[in-house]
């Protein structure tokens, strides 16, 4: 797998894992879990129904996560690139940028602030598209995986997760953690298409073919 690792010559170590992990098991039970349980008043209120009979097909669950997605990535491009001004960048989000080529498990290293900003975009989908709970199993299933994969580290060959249009994928969000300057998006790539941060990556990218 070596191979494919995008910044080769920054490996990974116990240390990082272990100093990673430890945040991140704060994270889990000091702030996601109260979310979590959020989640659960939020379904119960709204008799958010969980039965086999009532299930959504599944192209109506892709359908439902793919506007999760869209409505999280918009959210995180706005607000991550909010938390990159220089008058609040190293009071919050700093802390995520400790690592400089980042792996798996450092997807969800964050400053406990963070969490909350850019992990209540998670649940605005919910909040507009829930109407069984499977649907919030596939979006949290779905959210992981991406998130995991584009901090990965790793630019593996066959990602089926590219086979998504416009998906920006580990190379892209790789370079953000390598440059701190653009690449702002979760999942998709259009907002910095648009807002024309991406132009830092694309002369990287091109420097490189050229090499």
């Given at each position: 797998?070596?191979?494919?690792?995008?910044?080769?010559?920054?490996?990974?170590t116990w240390e990082k894992?272990?100093?990673?992990?430890?945040?991140l098991?704060?994270?889990?039970f000091?702030?996601?879990l109260p979310?979590i349980?959020?989640?659960y008043?939020?379904?119960e209120?709204?008799?958010i129904p969980?039965?086999w009979?009532s299930?959504?097909?599944?192209?109506y669950?892709?359908?439902?996560?793919l506007?999760?997605?869209v409505i999280e990535?918009?959210?995180?491009?706005?607000?991550?690139?909010l938390l990159?001004?220089?008058?609040?960048y190293?009071y919050?989000?700093?802390v995520?940028?400790?690592?400089t080529?980042?792996?798996?498990?450092?997807?969800e290293?964050?400053h406990p602030?963070e969490?909350?900003?850019?992990?209540s975009?998670?649940?605005?989908?919910?909040m507009?598209?829930?109407?069984?709970?499977?649907?919030?199993w596939?979006?949290?299933?779905f959210?992981l995986?991406?998130?995991?994969d584009v901090?990965?580290?790793?630019?593996i060959?066959?990602?089926?997760?590219?086979?998504?249009?416009?998906?920006a994928?580990a190379?892209?969000h790789?370079?953000?953690?390598m440059?701190?300057?653009?690449n702002?998006a979760?999942t998709?790539?259009?907002?910095d298409?648009?807002?024309?941060?991406?132009?830092?990556?694309?002369?990287?990218m091109?420097s490189?073919?050229?090499?």
């Amino acid at each position: 797998m070596q191979k494919y690792k995008i910044q080769q010559d920054k490996p990974e170590t116990w240390e990082k894992q272990w100093r990673c992990f430890k945040m991140l098991l704060f994270n889990h039970f000091c702030i996601q879990l109260p979310m979590i349980c959020g989640t659960y008043h939020f379904t119960e209120f709204f008799s958010i129904p969980y039965d086999w009979d009532s299930m959504p097909r599944w192209p109506y669950l892709l359908a439902q996560c793919l506007g999760c997605a869209v409505i999280e990535d918009t959210w995180h491009y706005f607000l991550h690139r909010l938390l990159h001004h220089r008058s609040i960048y190293k009071y919050i989000h700093k802390v995520h940028h400790e690592f400089t080529a980042p792996f798996g498990m450092q997807a969800e290293y964050a400053h406990p602030a963070e969490t909350v900003i850019l992990g209540s975009g998670f649940f605005i989908g919910i909040m507009v598209f829930c109407n069984h709970v499977t649907l919030l199993w596939a979006w949290v299933a779905f959210r992981l995986l991406e998130t995991i994969d584009v901090h990965s580290g790793y630019d593996i060959p066959l990602n089926p997760l590219h086979l998504i249009p416009f998906y920006a994928g580990a190379r892209f969000h790789d370079f953000h953690h390598m440059n701190f300057v653009g690449n702002y998006a979760s999942t998709f790539t259009w907002w910095d298409k648009i807002l024309h941060t991406d132009s830092q990556y694309n002369r990287h990218m091109m420097s490189k073919k050229d090499q």
